[in-house]
């Protein structure tokens, strides 16, 4: 393998291509219109472009990237995360044109890519799922069968409508005598939305945890899984920090959890990099939800404590080696990591997207901390694409020293020409409930609903006294500066842009 | 002459001159001598022994990274009526009264009128949802009112900086 296309953009892209100039290996970028100048694109030894702006014209094109890998005679494809990394078709394209697919097989994607076949896998691998119904409940089952399916389950249950999606035919119910009426209005919300009355029944976990097994399987049978990642921190069902281990999982929870995701995957002959998804109760009870068949946002974090170069191994697995991995090692961390994931986003102005030109950019370093970004001074983020510009991750010995250091990188992570949610994060860090690690999967939104709208970072009298201090010298040094994005003054960064992104600047001023 | 800046509603009234290299700085009265120092796009202050390290982008001034919105005002309040104000651009108590523009802050598409002519709105209250970076983005009022004119559609698509609806 001499030379790998990658088939993304941003900051995993740039990802990538490291792990190959670590390898030796020759990293080809694709490009759509706007991305041309991005950092991707002038890290890689080749480039080619490949289309428009929509990712449905460029990134999302498997035609023009298996052309992309002809022109420049690449001999595999790495996908990346989004985009075609889990598109069955893309990694049977590239097969089929003689490429190697940097991933799991087609037929493993489709099948653990259907929640109800993996359900199914997990299930015959003798991995504890969700308890629910099989089967979908139509018009034509009579209220009774359905008390006798919930009874079986055991209540609190959820309502679930077949064809659903977005809370729409969803309904809570806690006992019997809610249950035919919850029926009732959940099949003629469902046939509303969707056409469709058919519902089926699960069970409601209180307030779970959402944890995860990254592994690895080569293609001699070998699969390692590693110590579980803890993703409850999310925003609408978003994970937005992630970290190893899980505050809430012990010694016998993580034996039974690595080696149950190892077995769905030895099940299915699960090769390259995966992940197991698990809802975790508040009495060790862990149910499997889903697998990921790519390598996932949060990768970093298990590389901190194990000292694995997932993405190397991924590269070398694809290549036909055995995993020489300890798998003992793989699942006891050392220390702890966290990582954030910081977004082109306006959080205190709910989170608002904040694309545009990127004026200036301080990342911070030091002992603990790594920096996985596309981003840079200079660079643009384009409205295009998911707007994920850097992960910032933290390691340190044991929790508190993680916590401590990411708190001092954010205080040095400074950007201007975008918002970012990097003032969240400095908040986020500081609830008593993250530090203590009480939470779980509504957690953070719960939080955000209780809050009125405040700033996340309101600053304090003496930083308002010092910016009041610094807006009036530079003013001094430039009396004439009616417009405060004037792009003439030396002291402000902010470089022209086009009217838009003035526009977006100042809009996203308002709340 | 004497600078007004606004921050979070309130004025402060400042005198800034130089002294040998540096600059005294005296807000609302009070004097400090400030050494400043630029350095690859942001500021270092020294005020007495203090070290302050600030970024400035456009009306927002970062102090160790904690975002300040701030405006200058023009010795006449009168001035800052005017929509080009800073200090109105900033959407503080100062933006209140007067007709409110919402306009799209990027391209997108409009998937949702939250309101129509007439309806009173209060302050933070969802206006309209614009679809963009994958994302429902709802457009909040800055302050109360009552919508007067809509102009969005819902299902097509807008530029930036297109005038959605406006609020009286």
Request: aromatic share 6%; charged share 25%; hydrophobic share 40%.
């Amino acid at each position: 393998m001499k030379r790998i296309l990658i088939a993304n953009r941003g900051e995993i892209a740039v990802r990538i291509i490291r792990a190959c100039r670590d390898m030796g290996i020759e990293a080809v970028a694709v490009y759509s219109d706007c991305d041309r100048a991005a950092r991707h694109v002038r890290l890689a030894g080749r480039a080619v472009h490949i289309g428009g702006n929509p990712p449905a014209e460029s990134y999302l094109r498997i035609d023009r990237v298996i052309d992309a890998a002809r022109r420049a005679d690449a001999d595999a494809v790495h996908p990346g995360y989004g985009f075609l990394a889990e598109n069955e078709e893309f990694a049977a394209a590239c097969r089929d044109a003689g490429l190697t697919f940097i991933g799991p097989t087609p037929e493993a994607i489709a099948l653990m890519g259907s929640k109800t076949a993996a359900r199914q896998a997990a299930m015959e691998a003798g991995v504890p799922v969700v308890p629910g119904t099989e089967e979908p409940l139509g018009l034509d089952v009579p209220d009774a069968a359905i008390a006798g399916l919930a009874e079986r389950i055991g209540y609190p249950i959820m309502i679930k409508a077949v064809a659903g999606g977005g809370g729409k035919g969803m309904r809570v119910v806690s006992s019997v005598a809610e249950l035919s009426g919850a029926v009732r209005s959940a099949r003629s919300e469902a046939q509303a939305s969707f056409g469709d009355p058919a519902i089926y029944l699960e069970r409601r976990i209180l307030n779970p945890r959402h944890v995860e097994v990254q592994l690895l399987g080569d293609h001699h049978g070998t699969v390692i899984p590693f110590v579980e990642r803890e993703c409850s921190i999310q925003r609408r069902h978003q994970k937005v920090i992630e970290e190893t281990p899980s505050a809430a999982v012990g010694d016998a929870v993580r034996r039974r959890l690595t080696s149950d995701a190892a077995a769905i995957a030895r099940s299915v002959g699960y090769t390259n990099a995966g992940t197991m998804e698990f809802l975790l109760d508040g009495s060790d009870h862990f149910y499997f939800l889903e697998m990921n068949t790519r390598l996932q946002v949060e990768h970093p974090i298990t590389e901190m404590v194990t000292g694995v170069d997932l993405v190397q191994w991924q590269i070398r697995i694809a290549r036909g080696e055995r995993l020489t991995i300890d798998p003992a090692a793989a699942v006891k961390p050392r220390g702890h990591a966290i990582e954030c994931r910081i977004y082109a986003e306006d959080a205190d102005a709910g989170f608002m997207p904040s694309p545009g030109h990127i004026a200036a950019l301080h990342v911070p370093s030091g002992p603990g901390i790594r920096d996985d970004s596309g981003a840079e001074a200079g660079g643009d983020v384009p409205i295009f694409y998911d707007p994920m510009i850097s992960k910032l991750i933290a390691w340190g010995d044991d929790r508190p020293q993680a916590i401590a250091r990411m708190r001092r990188a954010l205080r040095e992570y400074d950007v201007s020409g975008i918002k970012t949610t990097v003032p969240f994060f400095r908040w986020m860090l500081d609830q008593p409930d993250f530090v203590d690690g009480r939470f779980h999967t509504g957690y953070l939104d719960e939080i955000l609903r209780s809050r009125a709208g405040e700033p996340f970072t309101p600053p304090d009298d003496e930083r308002i006294e010092v910016a009041v201090v610094a807006a009036a010298i530079q003013h001094f040094l430039r009396p004439n500066r009616q417009n405060p994005m004037n792009p003439t003054n030396p002291l402000n960064p902010v470089k022209p842009g086009s009217a838009w992104r003035a526009r977006a600047r100042s809009e996203a001023l308002r709340d | 002459m004497t600078l007004y800046v606004d921050v979070n509603g309130r004025r402060y009234a400042v005198d800034v001159a130089r002294r040998n290299g540096a600059f005294l700085v005296s807000v609302d009265g009070r004097q400090r001598e400030v050494d400043v120092k630029e350095v690859g796009g942001v500021l270092s202050l020294l005020i007495g022994t203090k070290s302050y390290e600030i970024s400035i982008d456009g009306s927002t001034v970062h102090v160790e990274g904690i975002p300040v919105q701030v405006g200058i005002g023009s010795p006449r309040p009168s001035w800052g009526k005017a929509g080009a104000s800073p200090s109105t651009a900033l959407g503080t108590s100062m933006g209140a009264g007067g007709p409110q523009q919402i306009s799209a802050p990027m391209p997108g598409k409009i998937v949702k009128l939250l309101v129509k002519p007439g309806d009173r709105v209060e302050p933070r209250q969802g206006l309209v949802v614009v679809e963009a970076m994958k994302m429902e983005n709802e457009l909040r009022a800055r302050a109360a009112g009552t919508v007067a004119e809509v102009r969005a559609v819902e299902g097509t698509t807008v530029e930036a900086g297109a005038i959605l609806m406006i609020l009286e």
